[in-house]
């Protein structure tokens, strides 16, 4: 095999190692943090009512983005909260401290993803309500 062959396949090993490891933490959060599971319930609901109320790109992109931030957030608090369990067991200010703040980072983007797919989904259940009186 050549060289750049030889580089290639390892590219390309590599890539697939990245997305192994990166399957493997997804896997645990949905298996061990009960709000990572209810973030994908949730996308699944928005699925749904994005679907049924046939909301346009722009909000797509505005509500799943709010979503995978949640998501992003919570892999990385999971992340903190195992590197900080990893070094102590013992309670800890400064352990408590890491573990309190990325539990509000995600906590923060919990409540703005709400109210960003409050602001894209109400106005279209009110229409719904008000046709129906």
């Known amino acids: 095999m050549?060289?750049?062959?030889?580089?290639?396949?390892?590219?390309?090993?590599?890539?697939?190692?990245?997305?192994?490891?990166?399957?493997?933490?997804?896997?645990?959060?949905?298996?061990?943090?009960?709000?990572?599971?209810?973030?994908?319930?949730?996308?699944?609901?928005?699925?749904?009512?994005?679907?049924?109320?046939?909301?346009?790109?722009?909000?797509?992109?505005?509500?799943?983005?709010?979503?995978a931030l949640i998501m992003i957030i919570e892999l990385i608090n999971t992340a903190i909260e195992a590197t900080v369990d990893m070094f102590t067991t013992e309670y800890n200010e400064y352990a408590k401290i890491a573990k309190d703040c990325g539990s509000a980072a995600t906590g923060i983007m919990g409540v703005l993803a709400t109210i960003v797919n409050l602001i894209i989904f109400v106005p279209y259940i009110l229409k719904i309500i008000i046709s129906i009186f």
């Open 2 to 67: 050549k060289m750049n062959e030889q580089k290639e396949v390892g590219l390309i090993k590599n890539f697939f190692n990245k997305c192994k490891y990166s399957i493997q933490g997804l896997d645990y959060c949905f298996k061990n943090e009960s709000s990572f599971l209810l973030v994908s319930l949730t996308c699944c609901l928005i699925i749904v009512l994005g679907i049924c109320f046939d909301i346009s790109f722009l909000e797509w992109v505005i509500s799943f983005g709010s979503l």
